[in-house]
């Protein structure tokens, strides 16, 4: 391991302990169940943390989680900005989730043409 590495996960761990103290301005999760899994989440998370490095975006937190319940519709990720109502992302790919973080997390405009749902009971 070197010292850069160990900067990387020192950087991450602040990000971490900030959305504990109610600092981040923005919360990603990926779905990682075994669904989400087989069908690429790992690519989208790596595609979401290389678009927050290359923003040097540090308000926010990325987070994993199991399955949601929509196998069919993986690979999927929740959006949550600070204040507004969760958004669910799903039939993801690396090019689509980039175009997320884009458009929602660095300019807070929903991409409505790939989410399935904003908060828990309301469609788009």
Not at 16 to 40: D, P, Y
Not at 61 to 83: D, N, V, Y
């Amino acid at each position: 391991m070197r010292f850069e590495d160990l900067d990387k996960i020192t950087d991450r761990m602040r990000k971490v302990m900030s959305l504990r103290e109610g600092s981040s301005q923005a919360k990603i999760t990926v779905h990682m169940g075994t669904c989400g899994l087989s069908a690429g989440a790992r690519k989208i998370m790596k595609a979401l943390i290389q678009c927050a490095d290359e923003t040097a975006t540090k308000d926010v937190i990325f987070s994993t989680s199991a399955c949601a319940g929509l196998c069919s519709r993986e690979p999927m990720i929740t959006i949550e900005l600070a204040g507004q109502a969760p958004v669910k992302y799903v039939d993801l790919t690396e090019e689509k989730a980039k175009r997320i973080f884009s458009e929602h997390i660095v300019n807070g405009k929903i991409v409505a043409e790939y989410a399935l749902a904003i908060g828990s009971e309301q469609t788009l």
